[in-house]
């Protein structure tokens, strides 16, 4: 199980790491793997929030069929909000951060200033764990305490660390608590138990087998819809 448990890290490591270029998979299934992070915000209304977030494949949609079907994107359609969504494959508090991959700079250089603010990271970390601990533990406390410095106004929503296999390494309790423990020091709201909002149901996985499918997404943004109406949003 340990050793099934390895492969599967470092095959996510290595997918996650590099967006496909290809807007389908060779197998013609349909799903979409090619969806490219925001460069600017998707503003259908001035009038209503802006909402930015900090997140990695799970947030940019990676596995779906389009846009459209990812869960930010329909949880922004339903409420009227409007979407900032920088996120990038294979993305983590350390993992794969390069001075060319500041989101949360450019959440930052957002004008006008977000509203909200998502952060939904710590997947990927999880391959990084064995070695780079204290330097996970670090940034997110530094990532976090930076993006409220800047926007003091605005409202965060720290999201528990999402995860993609019935089978959970013991870093992964060790990050969560981490997180939550990060956002208590922001005075943001704590989404829980999303590390678990697919588990048990391969047939919403695309045929990655790492990534959520159309049907995978839609049940993370009912998730994460109750929890944000739990929230008054």
Known sequence: MLLALAVAAVLAAGCAASPAADPAPADGSGEGFGILPDVEPTVTDPDFPLVAFYGDSYTLGTGASGITQRWSTIICTDRGWNEFNPSVNGLGFVNNRTPSVDEPAQILALDPVPDIVFVTMGLNDNFSYSFAADEIHTAMDADLRNLK?????????????????????????????????????????????????????????????????????????????????????
Do not use: C
């Open 149 to 233: 410095a800047g926007l003091p106004d605005a409202r965060f929503i720290v999201v528990e660390p999402f995860w993609y296999t019935d089978q959970r390494p013991e870093s992964l309790d060790v990050i969560i608590e981490w997180v939550h423990d990060a956002a208590d020091d922001i005075g943001a709201d704590w989404v829980p138990d999303a590390s678990h909002w697919i588990e048990g149901h391969p047939e919403w996985m695309a045929s990655d087998g790492l990534h959520p499918n159309d049907d995978g997404y839609a049940e993370m943004a009912r998730q994460m819809d109750a929890a944000l109406t739990g929230l008054g949003l």
